[in-house]
């Protein structure tokens, strides 16, 4: 697979994402090469993009308890497996960005609670939440079966700017206990 491959993906789902608007619960896509999708579903032919060696698929929405960030992601990603076509797969799920500084108002938070995961877990989530400089931000993950990972960061657009061009970043390290719950989904023996 070129190294292009993985990144035209991350980019299409990034778009489709933006066209739904904010506000959305996690979504995954599995990552079929193009050539077993066209194959096994010649119907979608002009549907398929020419000459892309990926083609993201959109998969069932989650079921209501499984937000961003919660313990029922994790659980949720920890119970999902692929059938041997798929090469990789995209999740996409809304989060909150804090500035640097917010870091002592996290921990004076989570503080009182922190014996506890689970609640240390809810309260830095309420905190966040309610943080006066937080931002609203998409996270896109992406690994493929036996390659490289890619994650993105999107934030929401400001008040100051509700139509600026989304723009996508990239951090060294975003989220890798992300990617490696995304890489586990292809561990798991196939349920299909």
Not at 24 to 42: D, G, K, N, S
Not at 57 to 62: K, L, N, S, T
Not at 127 to 143: F, K, N, S
Request: contains cysteine.
């Amino acid at each position: 697979m070129s190294p292009d491959a993985l990144p035209r993906c991350v980019h299409e789902v990034a778009d489709y994402a933006d066209a739904g608007g904010w506000g959305q619960p996690p979504q995954m896509f599995a990552l079929v090469p193009t050539a077993i999708l066209a194959a096994a579903e010649p119907d979608l032919l002009d549907q398929l993009e020419e000459g892309a060696e990926l083609t993201p698929v959109e998969q069932e929405p989650f079921p209501e308890d499984v937000g961003g960030g919660s313990p029922a992601l994790d659980e949720f990603l920890s119970t999902t497996s692929w059938p041997a076509e798929v090469a990789g797969c995209v999740l996409v799920q809304e989060i909150v960005v804090l500035p640097p500084t917010a870091e002592s108002d996290l921990d004076s938070a989570v503080a009182p609670v922190i014996t506890d995961q689970h609640a240390a877990d809810e309260v830095a989530r309420a905190t966040a939440q309610a943080h006066p400089e937080r931002r609203d931000a998409r996270l896109i993950a992406a690994v493929l079966r036996d390659g490289p990972s890619a994650c993105v960061l999107q934030l929401m657009p400001t008040d100051d700017d509700p139509d600026a061009e989304p723009e996508l970043l990239t951090y060294e390290d975003l989220a890798p206990n992300l990617i490696n719950a995304l890489y586990a989904t292809f561990d798991a023996p196939d349920d299909y």
